[in-house]
């Protein structure tokens, strides 16, 4: 079948919850990936956030085939090795204590919720606490993270999820305060709030979110699914504000492509919250999984990724800065990191139709920003590539 015919059979077989681009991507090598026609494309979009490492790394791949080889699964029940190993860099990786490998990030986000939950239910026996989120949050699609997601365009349709969530607004404190009860059990958000549009919480913020949660008793969870994985220049996004969480969500480019996420939290409430039955996967944690991110913690290291950030970050800033001043119909850049946005004066989907066309793959964060999340191996030739082309699809 060639590539149309691939599209026409998905459209018939795939329930549709995505508008597709009208590519079939078949593989991958650095920060390139081929459609099956052979066409090339530059990618920066790393499969939302994921791929941190670019495709076709060696290592990488060896470990898994590796891995499979030798074991594949084998339940919660027993122990095995890729999970030790990758819990301890997990670890060392983020300072926090105790580590629950999920298969992907809204089930990560599931197991922050009842880790807060059970932590209060200890403390005063009741079971009407609450949560506090934020507006233009992502958190993921199942009941407890929809829950817990800004959006009530995603969440309208699914009513009633789960109860006693309250919404604030980022970067506010005073919003954030207002929303405080004697029943508030967590606070809950993302360090730099992804599909929401790219904001990242300020520091005066995320600091006044501590010690509000010091002075009240309750837990902070920092969602790092999409900010995470050393995306803004550090490990964990808040490890840069010196704010630690007391609960941490991770995924996306935790497992770089394999299917896994974790939630993580320090050992006062490890030893206070969820115990046996309390929880539990099939899949989570296994020595397959667990390979992926025993090795992708490895590669980070040894390959500095990183310092890589560090030093291309700012260009990539500099070069959308400069995008800005050339276009009156960019409004705005945001972001941090390799985790950039552009809002613009208008949709910016025919935009993204256009680089695709021209071989950039580039993804949007809502109707009018178009975002910026390559893996975080590329280098300052690719964001000259990568602006070049964007250049030549935005309107004189
Ligand atoms: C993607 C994302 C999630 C959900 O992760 P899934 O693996 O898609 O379930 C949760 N939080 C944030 C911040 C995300 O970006």
Not at 365 to 385: N, S, T, Y
Request: hydrophobic letters at 40%; one cysteine or more.
């Amino acid at each position: 079948m060639n590539m149309q015919e691939y599209i026409a059979e998905a459209e018939s077989a795939l329930l549709h919850t995505y508008n597709r681009y009208q590519i079939v991507l078949d593989r991958g090598d650095g920060v390139y990936l081929y459609d099956m026609e052979g066409r090339k494309y530059l990618d920066f979009v790393a499969g939302i956030a994921v791929f941190a490492l670019g495709y076709h790394n060696k290592e990488y791949n060896d470990a898994l085939k590796n891995q499979i080889d030798k074991l594949i699964h084998t339940s919660n029940y027993y122990y095995n090795v890729p999970a030790i190993e990758a819990a301890k860099k997990m670890k060392k990786a983020s300072g926090m204590d105790r580590v629950f490998f999920t298969n992907s990030g809204a089930e990560a986000i599931e197991g922050a919720i009842k880790t807060a939950r059970k932590y209060a239910y200890l403390k005063d026996g009741s079971t009407d606490h609450e949560i506090i989120a934020l507006n233009h949050s992502f958190h993921g699609r199942t009941m407890g993270a929809l829950a817990v997601t800004g959006n009530p365009k995603y969440r309208e349709a699914f009513e009633p999820l789960i109860g006693n969530i309250r919404f604030a607004e980022m970067n506010d404190i005073e919003s954030i305060r207002s929303q405080v009860t004697d029943k508030t059990c967590a606070i809950l958000m993302e360090t730099v709030q992804g599909e929401g549009g790219l904001i990242p919480a300020t520091e005066e913020f995320l600091k006044k979110v501590r010690s509000l949660c010091d002075e009240k008793g309750i837990l902070l969870i920092l969602d790092e699914i999409q900010c995470g994985m050393g995306r803004t220049g550090y490990m964990y996004a808040w490890q840069k504000y010196g704010v630690k969480p007391d609960i941490m969500t991770s995924a996306k480019a935790l497992g770089c492509g394999v299917p896994v996420g974790a939630f993580l939290m320090t050992e006062e409430v490890g030893r206070n919250s969820l115990v046996a039955g309390d929880h539990g996967t099939t899949y989570g944690g296994n020595p397959l999984a667990c390979a992926a991110v025993e090795k992708v913690l490895d590669l980070f290291e040894r390959n500095h990724i990183i310092e890589n950030v560090r030093e291309v970050a700012p260009y990539l800033e500099a070069r959308l800065e400069e995008l800005k001043e050339k276009h009156s119909c960019i409004i705005e850049r945001r972001g941090t990191g390799l985790m950039q946005g552009l809002k613009l004066d208008r949709p910016v989907n025919e935009i993204i139709n256009k680089a695709l066309e021209k071989g950039l793959i580039l993804i949007n964060a809502g109707a009018d920003i178009i975002r910026f999340v390559p893996p975080l191996v590329i280098q300052k030739e690719h964001v000259d590539e990568m602006i070049a082309i964007l250049d030549s699809c935005i309107e004189k």
